[in-house]
């Protein structure tokens, strides 16, 4: 009995395992898009993001000489105070898209992206509404700085991603978005999918308080190509004083330059770290 009890579970989880590996086959992003549609462990972790940025807006405001951003150089302290945030999976959730992209055996593709973004129809990450709406309040400008892209002056007049975008946050209560505020991919020339020229340009004017977003690559400049792992963790180290202080993350498994640079890492000598 007790032989056919340990053969039963092992049957048990050796077809588990092989539904595992048959899922992970069909779609490696099966899982993590699951876990962040459906477990309440995702939203807590988002909404403490939130909270701790929050509860951080105090002491940023009073003093003077904190700045969030490695960009932000000279005389900054008389600058009026903004935070820069990330607009996708981390003020906006897009993951009925992603699932769409999985059920529908699809690699990402622009023109669904594109599609999606003219929907308005994304949701809020959990605690980001409050917390726009807190810093608005005080006083604090919110910038997003956002790799959703215009097509230049020529083809894409206005920049249909800011019009459909800045329409989705107003339609879920965010604080109107003047579009001087939201810094798309492509927007003027120079800024592309590497942020430090976008944050830079808001740095000019404001003292950054905080910076908060989904992947390194807002946060820091230079993270999302020719670098491998261990050096991008490295740079995480080498910043730790500021995270949960002036830099925010929100996870995602589903995508970002974390997985772009597993494709591709350069060594260490290569980048002279
Ligand atoms: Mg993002």
Redesign the pocket.
């Known amino acids: 009995m007790k032989n056919e009890m340990a053969r039963t579970r092992w049957a048990i989880l050796f077809g588990a395992a092989i539904l595992l590996s048959a899922c992970a086959t069909q779609n490696p992003n099966l899982y993590s898009a699951l876990w962040v549609q459906t477990a309440a462990e995702y939203r807590a972790e988002a909404l403490e993001t939130y909270t701790a940025a929050m509860s951080q807006l105090d002491e940023a405001l009073l003093d003077r000489s904190w700045t969030a951003a490695v960009e932000q150089t000279g005389d900054y302290m008389g600058l009026p105070p903004a935070v820069i945030l ?5 003020v906006l959730d897009n993951a009925p898209f992603q699932g769409q992209l999985i059920l529908d055996k699809m690699p990402f593709d622009p023109a669904r992206w594109d599609e999606w973004v003219a929907m308005e129809a994304a949701t809020a990450i959990p605690g980001a509404l409050d917390f726009v709406r807190e810093a608005a309040r005080r006083g604090v400008a919110v910038f997003y700085i956002t790799n959703r892209s215009c097509a230049g002056a020529d083809k894409d007049p206005g920049c249909a991603q800011e019009t459909h975008t800045i329409r989705n946050l107003a339609r879920l209560g965010f604080p109107e978005t003047p579009p001087d505020r939201i810094l798309l991919k492509g927007e003027q020339p120079g800024w592309t999918s590497e942020k430090k020229s976008r944050r830079s340009a808001v740095a000019q004017r404001h003292r950054i308080l905080m910076l908060v ?3 390194l690559g ?1 946060f820091l400049p230079d993270v999302a190509s020719g670098i491998d792992p261990d050096q991008r963790k490295d740079l995480v180290d080498r910043y730790k004083d500021r995270w949960g202080r002036k830099w925010f993350i929100l996870p ?1 498994p589903v995508y970002g330059s974390w997985e772009r640079v597993l494709v591709a890492p350069k060594a260490a000598h290569v980048r002279g770290f």
């Open positions: 990330d607009i996708d999976e981390t977003g989904d992947d807002d995602n």
